[in-house]
Each structure stands twice: as C-alpha cells, then as structure tokens.
C-alpha cells in the first residue's frame, strides 16, 4: 500500500505496511481503485455533459465514492469492493447513452474480478510514486484528487439535505477529467488545484444553506460538558440531518443524547436544540475515541468520518450511518426518503447502564456562526474602531495526536487580552473549554462551528473587510490553521482560491507538496509552517 493523504501518515512520508489510522493495505488498495473508477466515471460524466446529457445518480455517487476515501470515514472491504463495481457499471451506462467514445486512463479501467486482482491493479494505478514521473505534478494532481475528497464530503452532505447545484457536479467532473491531462503543465496544474478552492467554496455554501435552511441560524449556546443520569446515546461526526432523525426517534424515551467531537457545534441549531433530552457535549476529539467511548456507559452513533478501530467494549455498542464503516460494526442504511431507522441504536441505548447521577462539570458556549456575529457586527467595528479589540485570530482546522498540537492550546492561550479568537472544527478541543473573558460583553472564543462552517468565517471576514473598507488580507486577522484530513486540504486551497495570504499551517506540512510546489504557495501566498513556539509566532504577528 501507498498512502500519504493525511497529516499522521507514517514518518511524513507514506503509510506503506499499514495505517496509522488502521487502514489495512487491502483497504488501502480497495480505496485507491474506486478512486481510479471514480475518476474514470468522472471523465466520462464531464463528455456527457457537453452533450448535455446529465445523470444525477452519477452525480451524487461520484461524491459518494470520493467521499468514502477520505481518512477515517470507512474501513470495510466488502463495501469498496461493491462500490467499484457501481462505479464503473454507471460509467459504462453512461457512456454507451452520452455516445461517449473510448476515452483513456481511469476512464477504460476494468476492474479486476477479486480483491486480490485489484490489490494488483492498485499497484499501478493508486498514489505510489511511479518511475519517471514528474514530481511536481504527481504532488499537484494529488493535492487536486485529495481536494476533491474534501468537496465531494461537504458536496455529500449538502446535497443529503437537498441543497444540490449541477454546476458544482459539472466542476468536479470537470476537475477529475483534468487530473488526467497530460498535456497540462505545473502553471495550469496549479490552477487546477486552486480551482479545487473555487469548487469547495460552492459546496461549503450549499451545506450552509441546507443546515440552516433546515435547522436554523445557529445562536449562542451553552452546552453542558456534564451528564444527566439516565440512558445515554453518542452522536460523533458532522451529519445533522442524522442528528435529527435520531433525536425524534429517541424522544421521550428517558435517553439523553449526547455530542462528540465535530458534533459540539450542533447545540447552537434551533430546530435541534428544541429538544429537551439533547443535552450536552462528552468528551472531546476523534483521536481520542479509543479511550472516551469505552467510559461512555451508552450506544454511539458515527455519522460521518474519524472512526477509529473500536476499543475496549466499544465494539458493542458502537454503530455506523451514512458512509462511515468499520468491518463487523453495525450499520443503519439510508431506508426510502431519506429516513433511517436509528432503532438499534435506541435499544442498545436502552440495554446499557448509562449515567448514574448527574454530573457538573463546567460548559462551554457555541453559536458564533456568521448570523450571530454579525448580529453583533456594529458592536465589533466599535470596539475595533475605539482599539478595544486590537487583533483577531482564526485558530482552526483538525485536531490529531501529534504532541506537537499543543502549540494550539498555548496559541490561545496566550493571545493578549484584547484579541479576539474565532475557532471552528475539531482543533477547537485544545482550548474549547478555556475562559477567555470577554470584551465588552463579546467573547473572546467564538466557536463558529464545525469545519464546514469555515463558509461562515469567511463571511464573517469579507464582511469586517466591506466595513473597513479594505481586503481581507488588510484586516487586523491572523489564520493559525491546523490539518489532519483532506476536507482541510479543501479548506486551505479555497483560502488560496480568495487570495488570503500569511497563513500558518502545522502541525507539519502535507507528505504530498513537493518542495518546488511548496515554494510556488510560499512565494504566492505567504504560506508559512507554525514555528516551534507559539510565543514566537504570536510576536511575529503582532510586531
Ligand atoms: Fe475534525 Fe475529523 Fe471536521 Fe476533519 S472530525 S478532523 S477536518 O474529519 O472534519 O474537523
Ligand atoms: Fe496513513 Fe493517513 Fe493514509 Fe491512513 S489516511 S493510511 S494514516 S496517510
């Protein structure tokens, strides 16, 4: 196997025996070839739409199948190999109803007849450095392929909530097509990439308005970080539309349900929070699942990704939704219109012991999505205008294991008093529960939301920058990002895509930039690794 997507990839440079995040090279291989099917699909879908034939059912499996490859979503064979074959059966039935000729590549691809025939075929066709290839664009059409991961998770969710747009389709078709260009070179192949920023940018807005349109404004919220005695259900991931069918299916039933990592947001949606056994957030970050979810005394549901092996006695009580998977897990399929039926979840909810007596431990508010800070807009230009807030921070991204995170925790910790930090994403659980004060009355840790909400910072940030009269890059802001997966990946390229420049990314730098492209996104954008101190890079940014 050869994987260098994500931030924890063995030794910086490639997971080769086996994930560090417990990928298995069958997996691995079974991954690589629905990309390459999903490509091919992809190249057949962008000739069929200039015959103007368009097939939503491609549509949606093509961001399906990407989306399945992201880090941590799924880690079952037997799906990969189900999906593949779909891949490349749409493909063909869309060609031979397009009248779309042979095309070359991923787009003639005939998939093997058993695993281990696509074991073999993954070793020509997935992510391991070939002889004489081009490094520069090996890296380049890599970072597009992971980009589009990203997209097609955010793509996924929107359109689970029927925000669905068939130009954002025809971009990303248009955009896996291109990865097989050869006549490309590094400048159009950088613009492909940044592309890929432009495309996020759309999907990102699509979820948007399915989650607010569905849901609501996010408005300030306290969440507990204590529990409630009684039954207790587990929801971790991004999915609310999971979130809500769960939480009417488990009404009324002396069950209280429970948030986990990118979920913490959640509790800000009034059509979520109107529930009264919706009542708090436990625990903290995915990579901290293996020792969390064996003390949770309830069922767990994984709507989304960063699924890690199962611990302890997790295994039972642990399900799967959506396309997260984990081999032997149980998992709830997607039944007509949409609707799931969580009542596994529900009854194993009910078998388990769950929380003995209440228990306090403290709260942290969220909600801070762009509605609400720019509800409070006149107050924050005032205090920006009087020097009441000298400085804004957007601290954000994923969290991970690294021992080298911690630089987030002291990051934050350290800003001066009259700055102001905005957060979203799991990277937020290095400091989400400290007390920051406030400054007149505004917060000084606004928790935007989850990743995806990264559309609603950037609202929040084009429109400080029209009140000020000046560009984004001209307002007192500072992005401290961290990554882990590829929708950050997505993220990053989408802030290229505005032409944001000076942002700090740790806590390393992608295994698959290649140094010359590293420094086309230095010498274009400022882009620079976080130092080894934060007191260091806090200094530099405030001069
Ligand atoms: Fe975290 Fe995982 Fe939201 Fe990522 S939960 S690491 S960027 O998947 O998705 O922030
Ligand atoms: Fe390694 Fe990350 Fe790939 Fe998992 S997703 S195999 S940890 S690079």
């Known amino acids: 196997m050869f994987c260098y997507q994500c931030e924890q990839t063995a030794k910086g440079s490639g997971c080769t025996v086996g994930g560090v995040c ?89 998939p093997a007849a058993d695993v281990a025939g696509l074991e073999a075929q993954s070793k020509i066709w997935g992510f391991a450095p070939l002889e004489g290839q081009d490094p520069d664009a090996r890296s380049l059409i890599h970072l597009t392929i992971f980009g589009l991961r990203g997209v097609a998770a955010y793509a996924d969710h929107a359109a689970i909530l029927g925000q669905e747009d068939p130009e954002l389709y025809a971009q990303i078709h248009a955009a896996l097509a291109a990865t097989q260009d050869t006549t490309l070179g590094a400048a159009e192949l950088t613009a492909l990439a940044l592309k890929v920023g432009e495309i996020n940018l759309r999907a990102m807005e699509l979820l948007d308005a399915g989650n607010t349109g569905r849901f609501g404004h996010p408005v300030p919220t306290s969440v507990p970080l ?141 909600g801070f999505a762009r509605n609400a800070v720019l509800g409070v807009a006149d107050k924050i230009i005032e205090a920006v205008k009087s020097g009441a807030i000298k400085h804004f921070f957007l601290v954000a991204g994923c969290d991970g294991a690294k021992p080298g995170r911690n630089y987030y925790t002291e990051f934050v910790e350290k800003t001066p008093a009259d700055t102001v930090v905005l957060t979203l994403a799991c990277g937020k659980f290095r400091f989400f529960d400290k007390n920051l004060g406030d400054i007149g009355g505004i917060p000084r840790l606004l928790d935007v939301g989850q990743c995806n909400d990264a559309y609603s910072a950037i609202q929040i940030a084009v429109a400080l920058a029209g009140a000020f009269n000046c560009g984004v890059n001209d307002l007192p802001l500072s992005m401290v990002l961290s990554w882990y997966e590829q929708k950050a990946c997505a993220i990053l390229l989408t802030l290229l895509h505005l032409g944001i420049k000076g942002i700090r990314l740790g806590p390393s730098l992608p295994a698959f930039i290649s140094p010359n492209v590293l420094k086309v996104l230095v010498d274009n954008f400022d882009i620079k690794p976080i130092s080894a101190s934060a007191d260091e890079d806090l200094k530099a940014i405030l001069g």
């Open 226 to 366: 204590g529990h409630k005695a009684g039954k207790a259900i587990l929801v971790s991931g991004h999915d609310l539309e999971d979130l809500a069918q769960l939480l009417e299916q488990s009404a009324g039933k002396g069950i209280f349900v429970y948030t986990h990592g990118e979920m913490l947001p959640t509790h800000g949606y009034p059509e979520l929070k109107k529930h009264p056994h919706f009542y708090g957030h436990y625990g903290t970050a995915w990579q901290n699942q293996g020792k969390e979810f064996p003390e949770f005394p309830g069922a767990i549901l994984m709507t989304t990704n960063c699924i890690q092996r199962p611990k302890g006695d997790t295994g039972e009580k642990i399900f799967t939704t959506g396309l997260v998977g984990w081999p032997g897990v149980p998992h709830i399929a997607e039944g007509p219109g949409g609707k799931k039926d969580f009542g596994p979840v529900i009854e194993k909810a009910l078998a388990l012991p769950g929380f003995a007596a209440d228990e306090d431990k403290g709260s942290v508010m969220v």
């Open 22 to 110: 417990g990928k298995n090279p069958q997996v691995a291989a079974l991954q690589d070839m629905l990309t390459y099917a999903v490509i091919g699909l992809g190249q057949v879908a962008h000739a069929a739409r200039q015959k103007g034939v368009i097939d939503p059912e491609v549509d949606r499996f093509v961001c399906a199948g990407l989306f399945a490859t992201l880090t941590n979503v799924d880690f079952d064979p037997d799906r990969f190999v189900v999906w593949i074959g779909q891949a490349v059966a749409l493909r063909k039935a869309l060609a031979q109803k397009a009248g779309v000729g042979p095309l070359p590549g991923p787009a003639s691809f005939e």
